[in-house]
């Protein structure tokens, strides 16, 4: 079963906007990554925080961890139409011998409007 | 662009084909991952390799046969599939790195296999 829940799972914006979108999981984690997914592509890696890290900056990303809340967001500012995606967040799991077990988020869909 | 190579990107087979999906990577990543992924839904975790032997079978039929001929290469072998197993085949590969395994480590996909089985 996915452990990850993501909303909304779909955003509809215009260019310039920012774009938030909410990640929230079950189970202890080692990190938590995020990742974009342009229609029939696969998978680019946007940014990775650890557990042990509340923010994290990536150009016009930013990432929030709340381990206590289990509940990660993305915030894409100032977004551009070429940010149209399906956006994923995917768990790596705490404890044992993980490698690296992705487990994904339902995903949002993020259309961005010229 | 992925440095994840994936090959064929498109691939149409028929139920009593034989055929073979290759990835490869020279990142020097020692894990090595295949995710399965049907329209409109998140990836799912197939198989992990770590230093080419196989670590997670995530409860696969046996119609999908993974492969890790060496540390570069990744190959999922197909055999008797069925059409719902129609889908996005993605590879990935990471660094291992600690107790835990690849924990804590950037995972890389790439483009994908597109397979239709007819």
């Known amino acids: 079963s996915q452990q990850g829940e993501e909303d909304p799972q779909a955003l509809s914006i215009q260019e310039g906007e920012n774009a938030t979108m909410n990640c929230s999981y079950k189970?202890?984690?080692?990190?938590l990554q995020w990742y974009r997914q342009n229609s029939g592509r696969g998978l680019v890696h946007l940014i990775l925080i650890r557990s042990n890290e509340r923010e994290k900056h990536s150009g016009r990303l930013r990432v929030t961890l709340d381990t206590s809340k289990k509940s990660s967001s993305l915030l894409i500012t100032a977004s551009r139409a070429a940010d149209t995606a399906s956006y994923f967040c995917?768990?790596?799991?705490?404890?044992?011998?993980?490698?690296?077990?992705?487990?994904f988020g339902q995903g949002t869909i993020l259309t961005v409007h010229p | 662009d992925t440095e994840v190579t994936q090959t064929p990107k498109h691939l149409v087979m028929g139920m009593t084909n034989k055929k073979s999906l290759k990835c490869e990577q020279h990142?020097?990543?020692?894990?090595m991952y295949w995710y399965k992924q049907k329209a409109k839904k998140p990836p799912e975790l197939m198989f992990v390799y770590s230093y080419e032997k196989l670590s997670i079978n995530e409860s696969v039929p046996s119609r999908f046969s993974p492969e890790c001929p060496n540390s570069s290469l990744l190959n999922l072998h197909l055999h008797a599939l069925q059409p719902e197993d129609s889908a996005l085949y993605l590879c990935?590969?990471?660094?291992?790195?600690?107790?835990?395994?690849?924990?804590?480590?950037?995972?890389?996909f790439g483009e994908g296999s597109w397979l239709t089985v007819v």
């Open positions: 189970t202890s984690i080692n990190n």
């Open positions: 990935a590969s990471s660094q291992i790195s600690g107790v835990s395994g690849s924990a804590g480590n950037t995972i890389y």
């Open positions: 995917a768990t790596d799991g705490a404890g044992g011998t993980s490698y690296g077990k992705l487990t």
């Open positions: 990142m020097g990543h020692r894990a």
